[in-house]
Nanobody
Framework: QVQLVESGGGLVQPGGSLRLSCAAS????????MGWYRQAPGKQRELVAR???????NFLDSVKGRFTISRDNAKNTVYLQMNSLKPEDTAVYYC???????????????WGQGTQVTVSS
């Protein structure tokens, strides 16, 4: 019923920027947390950033100062602004929406389809 559509990925040079968007459709009235994960080849999926319904944020240490997460509740959309991109940021990025109680279980909540971010010269 709930669908997430991601956009904004692509190929950029080191030091460049990208803005990812994730738009949700369907009934998401119970959703509190929105976040972005990434998975690089040969590595585990990791949480990059998350934002609560009131705007509180958390970030992976390696992206602090470079990435910003935000949400537009009226549009049911979460964004990830990525600046000063590095080759190690290369990964498939996934958005996720979940209630506070469901967040800890990756099988719960809703996932986007993933969007490829490649940082290379």
């Amino acid at each position: 019923q709930v669908q997430l559509v991601e956009s904004g990925g692509g190929l950029v040079q080191p030091g460049g920027s990208l803005r990812l968007s994730c738009a949700a459709s369907g009934s998401i009235s119970s959703i509190n947390l929105m976040g972005w994960y990434r998975q690089a080849p040969g590595k585990q999926r990791e949480l990059v950033a998350r934002v609560t319904s009131d705007g509180s944020t958390n970030f992976l240490d390696s992206v602090k100062g470079r990435f910003t997460i935000s949400r537009d509740n009226a549009k049911n959309t979460v964004y990830l602004q990525m600046n000063s991109l590095k080759p190690e940021d290369t990964a498939v990025y996934y958005c996720r929406l979940a209630s506070t109680t469901a967040w800890g279980d990756s099988e719960r909540g809703y996932w986007g389809q993933g969007t490829q971010v490649t940082v290379s010269s």
